[in-house]
């Protein structure tokens, strides 16, 4: 489908819908993509991208990334930074899946060191991460004990001997979204996540085991800050989200903005999805803190998931985590909404900045950044498919141009019906291993939708965003082993 | 069947088509593709546990929304996979009322083909309305 003729080449990655292009748009869209990318890109992107432009109190732009594809409400890939004041908080701007995110640990292994122990590896991970339909974590929690957690995030972990310091100082936020308020919270949400924290899910959740070759390494100085030091390291990169409580506060949430939004403050919206209130009026606030709940089950479950990696680790190569040099390189967030300071206008504000399906990309020297970091910027987690790898990015100032963000991970192409019908589970998975990747699921259609012919080409996606200025290529890592929620 | 899988609507998620002859049926064809969903074959969900639940909504549609959600509720916090066998909608002044009757099981990956964990309804796209044969649904979960 083409694209729409309004679309503006602004620069090579760089294309602008004005506010011409439909009524009620309050700023120009913008996107990053590379002429390649904008020419495949969802038509959904283009119609769902002008409605965020349209939503009350936001500021420069409605942006979506070079990974965009069709959401609800915002596009997947879609930034919107709202004016504090005069602007709304949109559950659709944040998405069902509550700060999903990525989390990536190093190790001091080579890859010839776990070549003979993947399969044991992968095995024991699927073991201990469980995953898929319906699946319980092994931390068993009182309904009041997840309330805590829920507010606490990962620094509720390190009270319980579930993470080292060191973890929370290198996770966004330090993994904690203060102000998290679990009065705030359905009683149903409780019942949906109580037991799942430990748990990967399904979909495009995974555990994937990779390794950093020395021709992969595009930027060695960052590199090592990060801890990628050694030809042919292995890391682990995973990819979940704060489960059935983080979908279950976004339902709920969805329908009291719907009641409230035309009835009490006057607000139309063109899709039921971006349904939205004002960030100052009590249900904008409301949902403000329960997201923030959602937010911090989401850090502990990550936080937990990375303490049973570890173990299976010591267990399988008889070494402590510490001794294996199993250290957190960063923790992002993709779908959240955060109170942030930005310049607009050459003038620095406090902006709401809603993130979906979009990494958060500081630049070297922000205050908001580990120390550790200060000269390299922060890191920037992209989860490639399965299939073709992932990349460690770090964020520039030129970033400043979105607030500070870049893609996520490379984005559907192919319907998941379309890929089940093109693959079969097992035949892919015999392919992988072929070449040299050791994949366990639980399901085998899932596995066959997550093929990586069902992606974009996650190295244009990378390159778009480099190009662009939003963020710069470190490493890209190559899958050696996956588990497939 | 009921339903069908509509393929190139929804990228990474999952959309489907329901119908019935009756508002009631809609509702019952409805439960079992969000179910179908997550389990490949929902003829291994067997009777083992009998419930039932009543939502409300003053808008037909959310009615819908809200029936669904409510199968998603019970598969995470009961781990029971549902099959709907029978439902009642009646209309006040102010709303609509269901009440349903399910049965269904603890779900149990040995014998239960387990495929995609549903994790929301989506409002997008999402209509229901009458046909000339009864009703019919549109809705993409969120997976």
Not at chain 1, 199 to 221: M, W
Not at chain 1, 404 to 409: E, N
Not at chain 2, 70 to 85: F, N, P, T
Not at chain 2, 128 to 134: C, E, I, N, P, V
């Amino acid at each position: 489908m083409p694209v729409p003729p309004q679309l503006k080449k602004i620069s090579n990655n760089i294309w602008e819908l004005p506010i011409t292009y439909k009524p009620g748009m309050l700023v120009p869209a913008r996107i990053y993509a590379s002429e390649k990318l904008i020419n495949e890109m969802d038509p959904g992107v283009f119609e769902q991208v002008t409605n965020v432009a349209c939503l009350p109190g936001i500021l420069k732009y409605a942006y979506c990334m070079p990974d965009g594809h069709w959401g609800y409400g915002f596009p997947i890939g879609g930034v919107a930074g709202m004016d504090v004041k005069k602007g709304v908080i949109s559950p659709g701007g944040i998405g069902f899946d509550i700060n999903c995110g990525m989390r990536l640990l190093t190790t001091n292994l080579t890859y010839d060191e776990v070549k003979p122990r993947l399969r044991e590896l992968v095995d024991a991970l699927f073991y201990k991460v469980p995953s898929g339909v319906g699946s319980t974590g092994f931390i068993k929690l009182s309904q009041s004990e997840f309330r805590d957690l829920a507010e606490q995030g990962a620094k509720w972990c390190l009270k319980k001997g579930l993470a080292w310091k060191d973890d929370l100082e290198v996770t966004e936020e330090g993994g904690c979204f203060e102000g998290a308020d679990a009065s705030k919270v359905s009683q149903k949400a409780i019942e949906r996540g109580f037991d799942q924290v430990g748990t990967l899910g399904s979909g495009n959740h995974y555990c994937e085991i990779q390794v950093a070759k020395p021709e992969n390494i595009f930027d060695e100085r960052i590199a090592r800050a990060y801890g990628i030091t050694i030809p042919n390291q292995v890391a682990i990169m995973f990819h979940c989200g704060s489960r059935g409580f983080g979908h279950q506060i976004a339902t709920d949430y969805l329908q009291v903005f719907l009641n409230v939004m035309e009835r009490k403050y006057g607000i139309k919206v063109l899709d039921r999805e971006l349904a939205c209130a004002p960030f100052q009026s009590s249900e904008g606030q409301d949902y403000f803190k329960a997201m923030k709940c959602a937010a911090n089950m989401a850090f502990a479950n990550r936080q937990v998931i990375l303490h049973r990696i570890r173990e299976v680790f010591s267990t399988v190569f008889k070494r402590s985590p510490e001794d294996l040099g199993m250290d957190m390189v960063y923790d992002v967030t993709h779908n959240t909404a955060k109170i942030e300071k930005h310049l607009i206008d050459g003038v620095e504000r406090d902006v709401l900045v809603h993130r979906k399906g979009a990494t958060r990309a500081f630049a070297p020297g922000s205050p908001d950044i580990p120390q550790r970091y200060k000269d390299a910027g922060q890191p920037v987690i992209i989860g490639g498919s399965m299939e073709t790898g992932s990349y460690l990015m770090a964020g520039l100032k030129t970033g400043a141009e979105a607030f500070f963000t870049t893609a996520h991970g490379s984005g559907r192409t192919m319907s998941r019906h379309h890929a089940k019908r093109m693959y079969r589970g097992q035949k892919l998975l015999a392919d992988m291993e072929h070449r040299g990747i050791y994949v366990r699921t639980v399901t085998w259609g899932g596995l066959a939708e997550e093929a990586g012919a069902a992606y974009k080409d996650i190295d244009s996606v990378v390159e778009a965003t480099e190009e662009a200025g939003l963020s710069k290529r470190v490493v890209r890592l190559l899958p050696i082993g996956n588990i497939k929620g | 069947m009921p339903y069908k899988y509509l393929e190139e609507v929804a990228t990474a998620d999952v959309a489907f088509e329901a119908w019935g002859s009756s508002l009631e049926e809609l509702f019952i064809s409805a439960a079992d593709a969000a179910m179908n969903v997550m389990v490949d074959d929902i003829e291994t969900i067997e009777k083992e546990q009998e419930l039932s639940f009543e939502v409300s909504n003053p808008a037909l549609d959310m009615l819908l929304y809200n029936f669904i959600n409510e199968l998603i509720y019970y598969k995470d916090a009961k781990k029971l996979l549902l099959r709907v066998s029978s439902v009642k909608i009646n209309q006040t002044d102010s709303e609509y009322m269901l009440s349903a009757n399910a049965y269904g099981e603890v779900l149990n990956p040995e014998k239960h083909p387990l495929s995609a964990d549903v994790k929301a309804v989506t409002l997008h796209m999402f209509s229901l309305h009458h046909t000339d044969s009864g009703w019919k649904a549109t809705m993409i979960l969120d997976i």
